[in-house]
């Protein structure tokens, strides 16, 4: 389990191969990587901050991968998640799980993405040219969410 | 009672800081909103939809009814639009 | 959309990077990675064959590729398959699926996955030292199929 | 009629070899299986589970009540494993 915020770039074989050293149990990885759009609703986007909370970020993200442990069989998690100023085709997020199990991995990357999208304190702010908007939270994301309650 | 606040995004910018320390007699989240919208029009401007606001203490979020109590950090800012 | 059969390895970062040239209209890229096991039910693994269906092996994944586009909003995709002698933590499969949406990529990767892992002519034999045994197709994987089949 | 027969996996080893041509009345794929079955012992071996066999005419999966009617490459195999 691991989590890190960071203004860099981050390479996924890189990460894959640092996550996979020295073992040979892991039977499926999935990975998810968000980009930046280079458009918005229709409109043209030349640029991105991602604005974040130091310290509640950390805190927020690893409690998250910690659920995502506790609810599937995961032999490996990592959250990267980039703040700081970015443009369009640039990585944002990188999500990977592991298990011996293909539908572990895929249940528990999709649970993190939607946990990220909506309670990790990070704010979007894109725009073009000298002008910029705070990107809204789409109630799509909260409905994502609700799947996840347990009954 | 003192408290350190912060804000992010469209709140930090409509109040013009990113935080600031206050003392308040507020009991819980509502009650601190209502007493800074009573200092300054920016603060108004910040605050005027409580449904748009999202609000952490000491970095776990939290509500509107959530008593203040033990509180040293409040952070006010948007819903979060990460991944 | 691609598929390729081949003997050789992967590199996930460079495939995801000649997939990405020249755009900047990708929000979400899902990927899925099969690794080859230490052990089976239990029982250490030293070694894996993959044989295949020449010919029928690249319909079929093109066919499960074509669905998952008319599915779902793809901007790419891509399937690798591997055969031949493979050892563990060697890399089988990668599927990678792009799209503006998180959940179209993440729906799609997974019903890929789920078709190749009983659509597809592949039979993995595995084995320890000069014993083989060809691997039984599990129940499961047929159960996970069958959640996709249209009403 | 001619037709050209593949074999893979633990079919393949069964009966000892990738593949050959046959010349056979059978009109269904069904029919097909009793006439190998019916030639040696080892086509007895690969077959002798027929819910343990999958077919493939021409490349695309088929069934065993299937018409052999203008197929050219018949395939038997067991279920697949791939990913």
Known sequence: MAVRVQAGDFDISAELAALRA??????????????VRDTAKGAPIEHMTLEHYPGMTE?????????????????????????GALKPADQIVLVVTASPHRGDAFAAAEFLMDYLKSRAPFWKKEGRGNQGHWVDARDADESALARWTKD | ???????????????????????????????????????????????SDPKAIRVALDQELSTPDALLTGVREVAFFPPMTGG
Do not use: C
Not at chain 1, 59 to 82: C, Y
Not at chain 2, 23 to 47: K, W
């Open chain 1, 59 to 83: 805190k927020a993200l690893s409690a998250i991968e910690a659920e995502a442990n506790a609810r599937w069989d995961l032999q490996v998690s990592l959250i990267i998640h980039r703040y």
């Open chain 1, 22 to 35: 020295g073992r040979a149990d892991i039977g499926a990885i999935v990975t998810f990587t968000g980009l």
């Open chain 2, 1 to 47: 009672m003192k408290l350190d606040l912060l804000y992010f995004a469209w709140v930090r910018e409509r109040i013009g800081e990113p935080g600031e320390q206050v003392e308040t007699n507020a009991t819980t989240v509502a009650e601190l909103i209502e007493d800074l919208r009573s200092r300054a029009p920016r603060y108004e401007a910040a605050f």
